[in-house]
């Protein structure tokens, strides 16, 4: 399979080849304004197929509500707000995004949940979120974002500095499949191509091992095949990890 899959990635490489010129020449930063447009559709039909995944992940946010009955939530890479109505009643949500073109979408999102107190948007990426101080929010929220930032350890390790003590985690990624599996082969394939269509997207990453080694003091971990997706990212982790 590794010919097979070398030649193909070659052509994979050979069809990236004008994104990449894009991207020298700074073209590609317009489709950066187009991205937030696309992922705001596209979550529509995420959301419905993981729509029972997702509640069970977020069932027990409620559980990390701080001592004075307030729920402090900060969502790493919010892009439209997809997870908006799976938090509790009451919930405060501070959201963070480093592309500012999401904002509209979000605020559209932030509209249609009238439950949650939005405390602001902080156009920021996950590696470095300096604007937060050390230990202020119960609950940090990452989905689909690990597979694009520049530097998962260190964004793992910036959600642990922000988080308070006791405070968790929660997360839902698509991951790289079991070698030798046909998922595999598309996703060492199609790498090049996905990188530019999906905003920096990298659909070939062991992120369960970053979270493995991030030093938490419990990690609520699973795999499993998210239902309906195409087949690049259908292998997934979802769970939560306490501070
Ligand atoms: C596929 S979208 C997912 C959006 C949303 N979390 C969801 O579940 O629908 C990926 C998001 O990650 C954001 N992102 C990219 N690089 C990032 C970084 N270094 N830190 C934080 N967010 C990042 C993108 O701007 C985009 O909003």
Redesign the pocket.
Same mark, same amino acid.
């Given at each position: 399979m590794s010919c097979l899959l070398y030649f193909c990635r070659i052509l994979c490489l050979v069809i990236a080849l004008p994104f990449q010129i894009m991207d020298i020449v700074g073209l590609y930063a317009f489709y950066k304004r187009l991205?937030?447009l696309f992922?705001y559709n596209i979550?529509f039909s995420?959301n419905d197929k993981m729509h029972e995944t997702k509640r069970d992940l977020f069932r027990n946010l409620y559980k990390f509500t701080g001592p004075d009955g307030t729920l402090r939530l900060l969502?790493? !890479?919010?892009?439209?707000g997809?997870?908006f109505k799976f938090y509790p009643d009451g919930c405060t949500v501070i959201c963070?995004?480093?592309?500012p073109h999401?904002e509209r979408y979000l605020q559209m999102s932030m509209d249609a949940s009238k439950h949650l107190t939005y405390e602001r948007f902080l156009v920021?990426? !996950?590696?470095d979120m300096k604007e937060v101080r050390d230990e202020s929010v119960d609950v940090v929220v990452?989905?689909?974002?690990l597979?694009?930032?520049?530097n998962v350890k260190r964004?793992l390790e910036e959600a642990r500095r922000i988080l308070k003590t006791g405070g968790a985690f929660y997360f839902?990624e698509h991951v790289v499949s079991e070698p030798s599996s046909w998922t595999y082969f598309f996703q060492h394939v199609l790498q090049p191509l996905w990188y530019y269509l999906?905003? !920096?997207?990298t659909i070939t990453r062991t992120t369960w091992k970053d979270l493995e080694g991030a030093r938490f003091s419990e990690l609520h971990l699973r795999h499993f095949e998210a239902p309906g997706v195409t087949i690049t990212i259908k292998p997934h982790i979802t769970g939560y990890a306490i501070k």
């Open positions: 991205f937030p992922a979550t995420y969502e790493i !890479g919010c892009g439209s997809a997870n963070t995004d480093p592309n999401f920021m990426s !996950g590696e990452c989905t689909l974002v597979c694009s930032v520049s964004v839902m999906g905003d !920096g997207c």
